[in-house]
């Protein structure tokens, strides 16, 4: 492995051999491939936010349309060739006992109602289902392969939940968003017990962040992802004692609004984001070097230290070895829904227009400096349209406040400044 990374250096840049990341030149295309599963090194699921489920039999070389649904699917877990999960955005959970020939609505089977799944994680017969990236934060589980399900509230701990890693049958994280009174700090909750009882781990620095995706390469080694949604730098979570303590570790001084992250092993890694390309590791999270490969990660999965998986605008497959595929044109991520206010500086009221280019769910709020929510201006499934919106500033201290807009798209993050 290591002749291999030390000779890529004098290949053409048009080729990444170094990072061992290649295309897939079937492989579907969406705007987004959020989640990927696979069962062996051949057999594999995709789920996109167009709402199509997408396997292949043979590594990645061929894709086939399972299922198009309505919905943004965020999520597919399967535990084996026949049973499969899969979460949307927009409440609707399924559930596949033929491999993903047929698709049964899973909801009914649930205790309460839910907005979504982001992350599905499990071990044996256990599942967890995590929601979502907006509120409320709440835990689904089974133990007996998905049949029924128990239902968790978990506000009081995480104002959102994004994923779920279990280590073993016991020891499980889920990760998430803070709640407001701890000024919406990244959070990573362990259960010691399978899921039963829960207890904060972890803290980002960071305000207004996302712990978003976890990955542990051995019992001992995790790390997990930062979506800060505001500043200008990026960082990741990192343990080396097998959970009980977590660092923040720093990528770049660019913030690259990372969510995805995966390792092959213990320090060889990557994380991407909605931006453009990935940054790649060799040290376990020391140094980081920038490549202009692949675009809008969410997940990377590895199935041993030489194959894994990753997805964003399209499915890209490691193998640690050239293949001598050329690099595809990288297109640069797009924010297809987009706000203005005026004026910046405000010392009165802020007049805020919305964009939405198409239906989906809104969280639209305003921030102070120090990560606490002002307003609330909207939290609801929106149509496409234009949405005007006022923010008095008049009585605000004097310094710089944050816009944020969450989509089942893409997050986005403006300042203005408020003078007295």
Same mark, same amino acid.
């Given at each position: ?15 990444? %051999? ?8 079937? %492989? ?22 167009? $709402? ?6 043979? $590594? ?145 620095? %960071? ?14 080694? $995790? ?36 969510? $995805? ?28 070097? =920038? ?18 998986? %990753? ?5 890209? +497959? ?83 406040? =944050? ?10 993050? +403006? ?6």
């Amino acid at each position: 492995m290591k002749k291999i990374l030390i000779l890529a250096f004098f290949l053409p840049l048009n080729v990444f %051999a170094q990072i061992g990341w290649n295309y897939l030149p079937n %492989a579907v295309k969406d705007q987004r491939i959020d989640d990927v599963s696979f069962i062996n090194d051949l057999t594999g699921w995709v789920v996109s936010s167009g $709402g199509g489920v997408y396997k292949t039999n043979n $590594g990645g070389l061929t894709w086939i349309t399972q299922l198009s649904a309505s919905e943004y699917l965020r999520s597919v877990e399967f535990l084996n060739d026949t049973l499969g999960f899969v979460g949307s955005l927009d409440s609707s959970v399924y559930k596949t006992i033929d491999g993903g020939i047929t698709w049964t609505l899973l909801n009914p089977s649930f205790p309460e109602p839910v907005h979504g799944v982001c992350g599905i994680g499990h071990f044996g017969g256990t599942i967890i289902m995590v929601g979502y990236y907006g509120y409320p934060a709440y835990i689904l589980k089974s133990t007996d392969y998905g049949e029924t399900w128990n239902y968790y509230d978990m506000s009081l701990m995480a104002a959102a939940l994004i994923d779920c890693y279990f280590i073993n049958q016991d020891k499980v994280f889920v990760s998430g968003l803070g709640t407001d009174e701890t000024g919406n700090h990244g959070v990573i909750l362990r259960s010691n017990d399978g899921g039963i009882n829960w207890q904060e781990v972890a803290s980002t620095p %960071a305000e207004i962040t996302y712990c978003w995706k976890l990955d542990f390469p051995s019992s001992m080694v $995790g790390y997990s992802s930062q979506e800060q949604l505001i500043g200008n730098s990026s960082h990741i979570m990192k343990t080396t004692d097998g959970g009980n303590t977590w660092s923040s570790i720093y990528v770049t001084d660019s913030n690259i609004d990372m969510q $995805g992250i995966g390792f092959a092993n213990d320090t060889l890694g990557w994380v991407g984001g909605h931006s453009t390309g990935m940054y790649q590791t060799t040290d376990g999270g020391h140094n980081w070097t =920038y490549y202009d490969f692949g675009n809008n990660f969410n997940r990377f999965t590895f199935l041993g230290q030489n194959l894994g998986y %990753a997805v964003g605008k399209s499915v890209y +497959k490691f193998t640690g070895i050239t293949t001598g595929i050329n690099q595809i044109p990288n297109p640069g991520s797009e924010s297809i829904h987009d706000f203005s206010f005026s004026p910046n500086p405000s010392s009165d009221v802020l007049k805020i227009k919305l964009h939405i280019a198409k239906n989906t769910k809104v969280i639209f709020e305003i921030y102070n400096n120090e990560g606490k929510l002002m307003r609330e201006l909207a939290d609801d499934q929106f149509t496409e349209g234009i949405y005007n919106y006022e923010f008095d500033a008049k009585k605000l201290p004097g310094g710089i406040y =944050y816009v944020v807009l969450r989509t089942n798209e893409h997050f986005l993050t +403006k300042s203005f400044t408020v003078e007295n």
